[in-house]
């Protein structure tokens, strides 16, 4: 299989353990790894989301929890999470009953383990064990591709809109251009609840 060619600019940022992934026009960089499964013939590939690719560099997504003089900022990751609970085929949930939300906060929480959904609901419960987790994942990104013709990786570059909470407001940050044409395809607001 030929490697695929990017302009020089992506280029310079393919370097070992790094992929690039291409979503419209824009470029995204994500550090690769693959993790062994027990019962996999193949290690399994594993892929974070460092930042999208410019042509003056790499905007990397940020900042975490900060105090400035005595009130509390909180930033948590909100776009892809808003957008993966949106997207979230009717057909995916009704098996799992009451569940699907416990389901699909694991989910989320495995993709964005700073998500907003941490300050909004108890999210340490243990699933039902009959609940398989990667099972339950790949039927959401089927699921998802059939419904609406995306998967789960494409809404990766939404992990740098971020929700900010200082005091009892609540904002959410900027949205760049590749991210609203993401937003806009599939008709998804940001809007704080």
């Given at each position: 299989m030929a490697d695929k060619i990017y302009p020089e600019w992506v280029q310079k940022y393919r370097t070992q353990g790094t992929t690039v992934k291409r979503v419209g026009e824009n470029y995204y960089l994500y550090k690769h790894s693959s993790k062994r499964v027990e019962?996999?013939?193949?290690?399994?590939?594993?892929?974070?989301y460092?930042?999208?690719?410019?042509?003056?560099g790499v905007i990397k997504s940020g900042s975490k929890k900060i105090n400035t003089e005595g009130?509390?900022?909180?930033?948590?990751?909100?776009g892809f999470s808003k957008a993966l609970e949106k997207l979230c085929p009717s057909g995916w949930k009704e098996p799992l009953g009451k569940e699907w939300q416990k389901v699909?906060?694991?989910?989320?929480?495995?993709?964005?383990?700073?998500?907003?959904?941490?300050?909004?609901?108890?999210?340490s419960k243990e699933l039902d064990s009959h609940i398989q987790l990667g099972a339950q994942?790949?039927?959401?990104?089927?699921?998802?591709?059939?419904?609406?013709g995306i998967e789960i990786r494409e809404l990766k570059p939404l992990?740098?809109?971020?929700?900010?909470?200082?005091?009892d407001?609540?904002?959410?940050?900027?949205?760049l251009p590749d991210q609203k044409e993401i937003l806009e395809r599939f008709s998804i607001k940001m809007e704080v609840d």
């Open positions: 019962g996999k013939k193949n290690p399994m590939p594993k892929d974070s460092i930042g999208r690719i410019t042509p003056d009130s509390d900022v909180i930033v948590k990751e909100y699909l906060d694991k989910i989320i929480l495995t993709e964005s383990p700073e998500s907003y959904i941490t300050e909004l609901r108890e999210t994942k790949s039927s959401l990104q089927r699921r998802m591709k059939n419904e609406y992990l740098t809109i971020y929700l900010v909470k200082i005091g407001k609540k904002i959410i940050s900027r949205i």
